[in-house]
């Protein structure tokens, strides 16, 4: 093991105090090391390490190697107990028009207040809430459009002066948008009552109805587990990523009598549409921070301060001493090894892009893809099977699409409207998969990933899309984090259209 930095050092005597405390690890600090130095600090005391998917937790039990510390996911720890009694309820994927089917929901709205009951129930699932209520219901599905119109409609109104015209005109809207709002308050009501209708349904163990994972691991943290009990006698807790944790996982860990340490950086947080409540921010805990990077130099680091800045962070990136980085701002025509994208319509552009130019390109999120192209052409021929099993037309499934909860089929769908899924096909078979192998990115020429994906990765020259710097997105903070998280995944060289400050958001 490489000899630790100072600010490594003082996590590993602040773990040694066995208290529960926070590191806060910005991009490239050397998390991971630090965690397997408090692993082997710790001695024979019995540690888990806990994430969010099993790939990370298996990567992470190679660095425990000669400690008692057990790398784990949520899940794992829930499905012996909770999950295995569900069989084959857990593989289909639960969608609104299988709600609306098996409850009967129709007439005007149905579409809505199905679209509105999943994701109700989805966000339900992720809380230790005793029942079913308002707060869990997805506005944005229904109500978001409404609610901007109506803002949008009375700032008119407020500038309209002595025009009498013109306020009886918006007035008007005014009323039309209020029965709307009517509407919407209805669509909610019915959609609480079909979520309950559907959870009644997923605990009964004599139905056939599809269950989500979250349901298993909200009946194991509700079942108030002691982690340094019988059947576990973990003596700490390594939550990583803990910037992504949402309320049932904080539940868990902040119930526990044996110490905490929360690793993670709040302004990687990516995933708040999730319900993640960036544990980083949210504790009041001891911290200490991992500030020097090891990945690139001080030109990398400046510029993603910028961002940093812009987000009111109190720890700022210094970059590697002995690294020089270089940052390159405005269109160019230069290559660099990786790309990195904001959507996968980009992913799929510049991957047709390399390959027509006879480069090994390399792409992420291709076995998804696939399944995807296998039962959407599935589901168009008429055979439902896989994840759309539920689904009775592609009409459904694009009715799906247009929900939060169907925002990841959204992207696909487009894709198949502008290449054909023949031609996804063709661009899935002549690229390399990066997900099955860490290592399989280092014998590509050119790797195009996703901002969201690229996440823990590294490259030594990254060029950024366009798609990351647009203004209007970047007034929001989830965005501005996504920018901060490509930036910071360029060793040597970082390309962009522009620089953050540049955009004066």
């Given at each position: 093991?490489?000899?630790?930095?100072q600010?490594?050092?003082?996590?590993?005597?602040?773990?040694?105090?066995m208290?529960?405390?926070?590191?806060?690890?910005?991009?490239?600090?050397?998390k991971?090391t630090?965690?397997?130095?408090?692993?082997q600090?710790?001695g024979?005391?019995?540690g888990?390490?806990?994430?969010?998917?099993?790939?990370?937790?298996t990567?992470?039990?190679?660095k425990?190697e000669?400690?008692?510390c057990?790398?784990?996911?949520?899940?794992?720890?829930?499905f012996?107990?909770?999950?295995?009694?569900y069989?084959?309820?857990?593989d289909?994927?639960?969608?609104?028009?299988?709600?609306?089917s098996?409850?009967g929901?129709?007439?005007?709205?149905?579409?809505?207040?199905?679209e509105?009951?999943?994701?109700t129930?989805?966000?339900?699932?992720?809380t230790?809430d005793?029942?079913?209520k308002k707060?869990?219901?997805?506005?944005?599905?229904?109500?978001?459009?409404?609610?901007?119109?109506?803002r949008?409609?009375?700032?008119?109104?407020?500038?309209?002066?002595?025009?009498?015209?013109?306020?009886?005109?918006?007035?008007?809207?005014?009323?039309?948008?209020?029965?709307?709002?009517?509407t919407?308050?209805?669509?909610r009501?019915?959609?609480?009552?079909?979520?309950?209708?559907?959870?009644?349904?997923?605990?009964?163990?004599k139905?056939?109805f599809p269950?989500?994972?979250?349901?298993?691991l909200?009946?194991?943290?509700l079942?108030?587990?002691?982690?340094?009990g019988?059947g576990?006698?973990?003596d700490y807790?390594?939550?990583?990523e803990?910037?992504?944790?949402?309320?049932?996982?904080?539940l868990?860990?902040t119930?526990?009598k044996?110490?905490?340490?929360?690793?993670?950086?709040?302004?990687?947080?990516?995933?708040?549409?999730?319900?993640?409540?960036?544990a980083?921010?949210?504790?009041?805990?001891?911290?200490?921070?991992l500030?020097?990077?090891?990945r690139?130099?001080?030109?990398?680091a400046?510029?993603?301060?910028?961002?940093?800045?812009?987000?009111?962070?109190?720890?700022f990136?210094?970059?590697?001493?002995?690294r020089?980085s270089?940052?390159?701002?405005?269109k160019?025509?230069?290559?660099?090894?990786?790309t990195i994208v904001?959507?996968n319509?980009?992913?799929?552009?510049?991957?047709?892009?390399?390959?027509s130019?006879?480069?090994?390109?390399?792409?992420?999120?291709?076995?998804?893809?696939?399944?995807f192209?296998?039962?959407?052409?599935?589901?168009?021929?008429?055979?439902?099977?896989?994840?759309?099993?539920?689904?009775?037309?592609?009409?459904?499934?694009?009715?799906?699409?247009?929900?939060?909860?169907?925002n990841?089929?959204?992207?696909?769908?487009?894709?198949?409207?502008?290449?054909?899924?023949?031609?996804?096909?063709?661009?899935?078979?002549?690229?390399?998969d990066?997900?099955?192998?860490?290592?399989?990115?280092k014998?590509?020429?050119r790797?195009?990933?996703?901002?969201?994906?690229?996440?823990?990765?590294?490259?030594?020259?990254?060029c950024?899309?366009d798609?990351?710097?647009n203004?209007?997105r970047?007034?929001?903070?989830?965005?501005?984090?996504?920018?901060?998280?490509?930036?910071?995944?360029?060793?040597?060289?970082?390309r962009?259209?522009?620089?953050?400050?540049g955009?004066?958001?």
């Amino acid at each position: 093991m490489f000899a630790l930095t100072q600010e490594q050092r003082k996590a590993v005597a602040m773990a040694k105090k066995m208290q529960s405390f926070k590191v806060s690890a910005l991009a490239g600090t050397g998390k991971t090391t630090t965690l397997a130095a408090i692993a082997q600090e710790l001695g024979q005391k019995r540690g888990l390490y806990l994430s969010f998917n099993k790939a990370i937790a298996t990567e992470a039990q190679k660095k425990f190697e000669g400690s008692e510390c057990q790398a784990r996911t949520f899940h794992s720890l829930a499905f012996a107990g909770f999950g295995r009694k569900y069989g084959a309820r857990l593989d289909k994927r639960l969608n609104a028009a299988y709600l609306r089917s098996r409850f009967g929901v129709t007439g005007d709205y149905s579409y809505a207040i199905g679209e509105v009951a999943l994701g109700t129930l989805s966000r339900f699932l992720r809380t230790s809430d005793a029942q079913i209520k308002k707060e869990h219901v997805a506005w944005n599905d229904a109500c978001k459009a409404i609610f901007a119109e109506r803002r949008e409609l009375e700032a008119i109104f407020a500038c309209c002066g002595e025009n009498q015209s013109l306020k009886t005109e918006i007035n008007q809207k005014l009323a039309e948008n209020e029965q709307h709002c009517k509407t919407c308050y209805k669509i909610r009501d019915q959609a609480i009552e079909l979520a309950k209708r559907a959870l009644a349904e997923m605990l009964n163990p004599k139905s056939d109805f599809p269950v989500t994972h979250d349901l298993y691991l909200r009946e194991f943290v509700l079942s108030s587990p002691k982690l340094d009990g019988a059947g576990f006698r973990y003596d700490y807790i390594l939550f990583d990523e803990a910037q992504d944790a949402d309320g049932l996982m904080l539940l868990l860990t902040t119930a526990q009598k044996i110490p905490v340490f929360y690793v993670g950086d709040a302004f990687q947080q990516i995933y708040e549409w999730r319900g993640a409540k960036n544990a980083m921010q949210s504790l009041d805990l001891p911290e200490t921070p991992l500030t020097m990077s090891f990945r690139f130099g001080q030109a990398v680091a400046d510029d993603a301060n910028q961002v940093l800045q812009s987000l009111g962070a109190k720890y700022f990136l210094e970059g590697r001493p002995d690294r020089t980085s270089r940052v390159f701002t405005g269109k160019t025509t230069e290559a660099s090894r990786a790309t990195i994208v904001r959507t996968n319509a980009e992913v799929i552009d510049q991957a047709m892009s390399g390959l027509s130019d006879k480069r090994r390109v390399g792409v992420s999120g291709k076995a998804g893809i696939r399944a995807f192209l296998r039962d959407y052409q599935r589901l168009v021929d008429g055979d439902s099977s896989g994840q759309f099993a539920l689904f009775n037309s592609e009409q459904e499934l694009r009715e799906h699409a247009e929900s939060s909860e169907g925002n990841d089929i959204k992207m696909l769908l487009k894709l198949v409207d502008d290449y054909g899924v023949d031609g996804l096909q063709s661009v899935m078979d002549s690229s390399v998969d990066l997900d099955g192998n860490k290592d399989a990115w280092k014998s590509c020429d050119r790797i195009v990933i996703t901002a969201h994906k690229s996440k823990g990765m590294e490259f030594d020259s990254v060029c950024l899309s366009d798609g990351l710097f647009n203004k209007k997105r970047l007034e929001s903070d989830e965005e501005k984090r996504l920018l901060y998280v490509a930036k910071t995944r360029a060793i040597h060289t970082l390309r962009q259209p522009t620089d953050y400050a540049g955009l004066k958001v």
